[in-house]
């Protein structure tokens, strides 16, 4: 990990030495850091919500798609989410 200047300059001003509160802060952004990677990878790593609308509507039109109960309910449930954060 490099620090910036600004981070440096922190350094210095403290003498040096840096608090626990700083140290823990440095490692909640660590952290922040490694999920928000993780979570970017988990999103690219999906597919395109076109393909997977195209392959829906294959499946659909050739009498193939069934719906089962949870999979009802689990759209239900992430549409429900989805509008709450609207």
Do not use: F, H, W
Not at 37 to 58: F, G, S, W, Y
Not at 62 to 77: C, E, K, L, P
Request: hydrophobic share 45%.
């Amino acid at each position: 990990m490099k620090l910036s200047t600004e981070q440096l300059a922190k350094v210095n001003e403290l003498g040096g030495k840096l608090s626990e509160t700083a140290v823990d802060n440095a490692v909640i952004r660590l952290m922040d850091a490694d999920l928000i990677k993780q979570v970017t990878q988990d999103i690219n790593a999906m597919p395109d919500r076109e393909d997977v609308v195209a392959e829906l509507k294959a499946k659909i039109d050739a009498g193939t798609y069934q719906a089962t109960s949870d999979d009802i309910v689990v759209a239900m449930a992430r549409r429900a989410i989805a509008d709450r954060l609207q």
